[in-house]
């Protein structure tokens, strides 16, 4: 090949070198979040709480008031907004609203037992709710779904470091502490846990 030749077929490899599309893979650097039970008491009447305060009508406290908040990210680290997150479980003597709960008493009347809210901006979720009290053989804990739309793509539970953790409770049982929380007095007689949710 002559010179000239060759060098307009390397001015050609360049301009398609140049013109080609250029992909970059994003770096997962967030675990996402392991599934767990769903359990029988998943709520079976409507959703009366859309906005996360479980205790919007307590006439009075009967138990430790909680604050449970966090964020619902991605692998990405990338807040998701307009995430919807629900939660339901058992108030402080450990009893869920549910018929197929035979556990005896009067249900709070006063409190909610279960509801939802939405992420902000940056992802961000919090519930006003009870530290919840313990149903029989399990620990504390928690249950929470994540929906996109009408989907659910993540439905798991929090169990609580300081009354015990999982106790061997959770579906992994090599995962249970990607799934613990801690209660912090913030000193008004209020606790705070916070979870960070990966989806």
């Not at 138990?63 to 807040?79: I, P, R, T």
């Not at 809210?117 to 928690?142: L, M, S």
């Not at 300081?162 to 995962?175: E, N, V």
């Amino acid at each position: 090949m002559k010179r000239r030749d060759l060098l307009k077929a390397s001015a050609f490899g360049v301009g398609l070198s140049l013109a080609a599309p250029v992909s970059f893979a994003r770096e997962k650097i967030l675990r996402r979040t392991p599934t767990d039970y769903e359990g029988p008491f998943y709520p079976v009447d409507p959703y009366q709480v859309s906005d996360g305060n479980l205790l919007a009508h307590m006439k009075k406290p009967r138990g430790d008031l909680l604050s449970f908040k966090g964020h619902v990210k991605n692998e990405f680290g990338e807040a998701l907004s307009d995430t919807i997150v629900d939660i339901w479980h058992t108030d402080p003597l450990g009893r869920y609203k549910h018929p197929s709960d035979g556990r005896r008493g009067d249900r709070f009347e006063d409190f909610a037992y279960f509801g939802k809210t939405t992420t902000n901006a940056e992802g961000a979720y919090v519930f006003q709710t009870y530290v919840p009290g313990h149903y029989g053989f399990r620990p504390e804990h928690i249950h929470f779904k994540v929906w996109r739309g009408d989907e659910a793509i993540l439905t798991s539970q929090v169990y609580f470091r300081d009354l015990g953790g999982a106790q061997g409770a959770s579906r992994y049982r090599g995962l249970e502490d990607r799934q613990l929380v801690d209660l912090k007095d913030d000193g008004s007689g209020r606790f705070i846990s916070e979870f960070e949710i990966v989806v």
